[in-house]
């Protein structure tokens, strides 16, 4: 099994950026799909979540309004639509993928997030 992050980078606060995972090697639509967040010192933060079929999504209350979780079953993708950064978005970004039958979590290794000016 392997999750592809891309489309992290360097943005300005007020910017945004789109985060795309690619899955390879699982039955995607067997997996709830979610983005956690971590900076050094911290918890890894659950971002946000969409379910299998993509009926539902939830955030964490700090990026409500601003970020758009959606996925692609087709294409085994699920991104990350963030939109007016602020610094305090600046992490690593992870995604990660959940069985909920197996209760077996997978994990993608990882984009940088830094927004600064």
């Known amino acids: 099994v392997q999750l592809v992050e891309s489309g992290g980078g360097l943005v300005q606060p007020g910017g945004s950026l789109r985060l795309s995972c690619a899955a390879s090697?699982?039955?995607?639509?067997?997996?709830?799909m979610s983005w956690f967040r971590q900076v050094p010192g911290k918890e890894r933060e659950l971002v946000a979540v969409?379910?299998?079929?993509?009926?539902?999504?939830n955030y964490v209350d700090s990026v409500k309004g601003r970020f758009t979780i959606s996925r692609d079953n087709a294409k085994k993708s699920v991104y990350l639509e963030m939109n007016a950064l602020k610094a305090d978005d600046t992490a690593v970004y992870y995604c990660?993928?959940?069985?909920?039958?197996?209760?077996?979590?997978?994990w993608g290794q990882g984009t940088q997030v830094t927004v600064s000016s």
């Open positions: 990660s993928a959940y069985n909920e039958f197996t209760n077996y979590r997978y």
């Open positions: 090697g699982l039955t995607f639509s067997n997996f709830r």
């Open positions: 969409i379910t299998r079929t993509g009926g539902y999504t």
